[in-house]
């Protein structure tokens, strides 16, 4: 089995069924919503609804009775199916959001992805991405007319008749690579990270460009490291705020570091010894960083990262 199936990233998985409510029109959404078997994950400044106690999950809203029970259809997006329900998200632009029962909390994911299981963090990672999407294309990017949702919330449409431009949900391809060579990776920090974090070097996919051609341009551009043959490992949604992680692997073709364009404070190489006794502080767990990490660290080494970083307090 290809490692992306057996272990998917944190985020990714079908979690949703997309396919089996695509045809909600308005009428389905309403009846959804007046059987009282429908879910509401509400997102205010960008953080989702959870339950800390006993043990973190996801807080799903029902309509009935709480703070959204007279929400228009029109302000809500449709998710998809979900544990046997029809699930949906809305933003909430109030200063303050509105007070969630059993203890619940507004989280950010970002933070809280990792204690979640693993198909409620997807589930609420959607939730974020497409109220992203919403917020980003109230108006027209043609013409600057008001836009208006179809399809149950996942469309917009410019309400000018003479442009009608419609707008669907887009992610932006970025590439994030660890480059290693023989018992060393190299890895990177920026300014504003906590003192002493490093990671792969990452950045977004130029039009006309490959993400070979993609991961090879970024490693130089930031590092001045020519990157080799590259090999993809696994992806990752990324919702912060509509990325798609792309991973992969390169050899180096060369060792010596230039910081030219100053988008890293700093770049090092980092033996496996270095890495095992915590010198850098490595990427959250959750993140595809790690894993990249992870999975190479692992192939060479006796003990598996995941435990020395738990003897080293970064698990």
Not at 111 to 119: C, I, K, R, T, V
Not at 175 to 181: A, D, K
Not at 287 to 292: G, Q, T, V
Request: charged residues 25%.
């Amino acid at each position: 089995m290809r490692p992306d199936i057996e272990r998917p990233n944190v985020f990714a998985g079908p979690h949703v069924d997309r396919l089996k409510l695509s045809r909600a029109d308005s009428d389905t959404v309403a009846l959804a919503i007046a059987e009282g078997t429908a879910r509401l994950i509400p997102v205010w400044r960008s953080r989702c609804p959870l339950i800390r106690m006993p043990s973190p999950s996801a807080f799903l809203l029902e309509f009935a009775g709480g703070p959204f029970a007279d929400i228009h259809v029109d302000e809500l997006i449709l998710l998809g199916e979900y544990g046997g329900r029809a699930v949906f998200t809305t933003e909430i632009e109030a200063d303050v959001p509105p007070p969630l029962a059993d203890g619940a909390e507004f989280a950010d994911l970002r933070l809280a992805a990792s204690l979640l299981p693993h198909e409620e963090a997807g589930l609420l990672a959607y939730a974020r991405a497409m109220v992203s999407f919403r917020h980003r294309h109230r108006f027209c990017g043609s013409c600057g007319a008001p836009t208006r949702p179809q399809q149950a919330g996942r469309m917009m449409v410019c309400t000018n008749e003479g442009c009608a431009t419609e707008f669907f949900p887009r992610v932006d391809p970025a590439i994030i690579v660890l480059i290693t060579q023989g018992d060393r990776a190299l890895l990177g920090r920026q300014a504003g990270w906590p003192a002493g974090r490093y990671s792969t070097i990452a950045g977004f996919v130029e039009p006309g460009e490959s993400l070979e051609d993609a991961v090879r341009r970024e490693v130089l551009e930031e590092t001045g490291v020519v990157a080799g043959a590259t090999s993809y490992q696994s992806s990752q949604p990324w919702p912060f705020p509509r990325s798609l992680m792309l991973g992969f692997r390169a050899e180096a073709l060369s060792t010596d570091i230039h910081l030219d364009d100053e988008e890293l404070e700093d770049a090092r190489w980092f033996s496996r010894a270095e890495i095992a006794a915590g010198t850098p502080l490595l990427p959250f767990p959750q993140s595809i960083a790690f894993r990249l990490i992870e999975e190479w660290y692992d192939a060479g080494s006796v003990r598996p990262l995941a435990e020395e970083t738990r003897l080293h307090g970064q698990g």
